[in-house]
């Protein structure tokens, strides 16, 4: 009984993301721009703290458990704000909008349309933030360009193979996180998977591409050292992995279980 009930619940919930997916996979353009253009912005909350915290710790606290802590705690408050403010993020797509091309419900161009529309405009707000850190933050003396290249070579620092790698398992929790929040009953529930998932990325500086996009677009402009390659490398990598984990290790995988599970005991009493 206990494992019928959960594959209702897993049908449930699939459920519900293929009938959002289908509600983004159609959305008019405009939309779509706008409200991947605000989460790219509102992600960029969260490296924003990131640097306050770094530069009032001092950058040399880099690497202590307490600042770590803390960086990551502030690292999903963007993802708060995007996740609940219901704005459209490129790797939530990864997973959702898969959903009903997997279940025939939507074609592969509807998908691409959708990815493009929703990745540009989330580069274009995290770009925007990136760029702001810099002209805000050290004129009010809260964010140190010191702390701002730090932030930057968090990632720009990791290997090819490194980075690839982490942003699978970046791009994999944000696909689980899209997962569990349509399961969440309640506000307060959503926004504690939203942060503890969020949370768990930052402190394991796992590159995300539209978040990792705000700090490492900042790095580039405070530092001659990085340039416009250092971030293509980033960007490239990290959008890579990240779409393969939300893709592969989220949507594939959990479509799969919930629709090869076999019939439960609400089928039999629809019958």
Do not use: K
């Not at 619940?9 to 509600?23: V, Y």
């Not at 419900?105 to 702001?132: E, M, P």
């Amino acid at each position: 009984m206990a494992s019928e009930e959960a594959q209702a619940e897993g049908e449930d919930i699939l459920d519900i993301q293929i009938r959002r997916g289908l509600s983004e996979l159609w959305r008019p353009t405009s939309g779509l721009s706008l409200s991947a253009l605000s989460a790219g912005l509102d992600v960029g909350f969260g490296p924003l703290l990131m640097g306050v915290i770094l530069t009032t710790a001092g950058v040399a606290g880099t690497g202590e458990l307490a600042t770590e802590l803390l960086l990551g705690i502030a690292y999903g408050v963007g993802f708060i704000l995007v996740v609940l403010g219901r704005s459209e993020l490129y790797t939530e797509h990864t997973t959702l909008a898969v959903l009903p091309v997997l279940d025939g419900q939507a074609s592969v161009a509807r998908l691409a349309r959708l990815w493009g529309i929703v990745y540009l405009g989330n580069l274009v707000g995290a770009t925007v933030f990136g760029g702001l850190i810099v002209v805000v933050g050290p004129s009010i003396d809260v964010v140190e360009p010191s702390a701002i290249v730090s932030l930057a070579r968090v990632y720009t620092d990791q290997p090819v193979v490194g980075m690839l790698g982490a942003g699978v398992l970046a791009g994999w929790l944000m696909g689980l996180l899209s997962w569990l929040v349509a399961a969440a009953d309640s506000t307060g529930a959503r926004l504690l998977v939203v942060w503890l998932i969020a949370s768990a990325i930052g402190v394991a500086h796992l590159p995300h591409c539209i978040a990792g996009t705000v700090e490492v677009v900042a790095g580039v402009l405070v530092s001659p050292e990085l340039g416009p390659t250092v971030f293509a490398r980033f960007l490239l990598l990290s959008t890579v992995g990240n779409t393969v984990g939300g893709t592969v290790f989220v949507a594939l995988l959990r479509y799969g279980h919930v629709v090869r599970s076999g019939p439960t005991a609400r089928d039999f009493r629809e019958e």
